[in-house]
């Protein structure tokens, strides 16, 4: 059975920074993709970034150039960077592999 586990949310004002980690226990890990999503009050459950499992990246329009996605396979933790945020980045976080594992989730708050 594969555990997700989240922290590192908080209040942050508007321009601060955030890391989110993600372990994961049981199962495999490197041989996965990895991803990070979020869920806004209000709005449907949406990917920020994703991870595959040799490195490769992609991120939503709304994130780029502000978060990076990386991970460390000997920790089996998987990170979000956030940078530049802004109020809208303001939601529940999500780590996730693949449709079946999901993390309880962290709060984000961006707020001066």
């Known amino acids: 059975q594969v555990q997700l586990v989240e922290s590192g949310g908080g209040l942050v004002q508007p321009g601060g920074s955030l890391r989110l980690p993600c372990s994961a226990f049981?199962?495999?890990?490197?041989?996965?993709?990895m991803a990070w999503y979020r869920q806004a009050p209000g709005k449907q459950r949406e990917l920020v970034a994703i991870i595959s499992s040799s490195g490769g990246t992609n991120y939503a329009d709304s994130v780029k150039g502000r978060f990076t996605i990386s991970r460390d396979n000997a920790k089996r933790t998987v990170y979000l960077q956030m940078n530049s945020l802004k109020p809208e980045d303001t939601a529940v976080y999500y780590c996730n592999r693949g449709a079946t594992y999901w993390g309880q989730g962290t709060q984000v708050t961006v707020s001066a």
């Open positions: 049981g199962g495999g890990f490197s041989p996965y993709a």
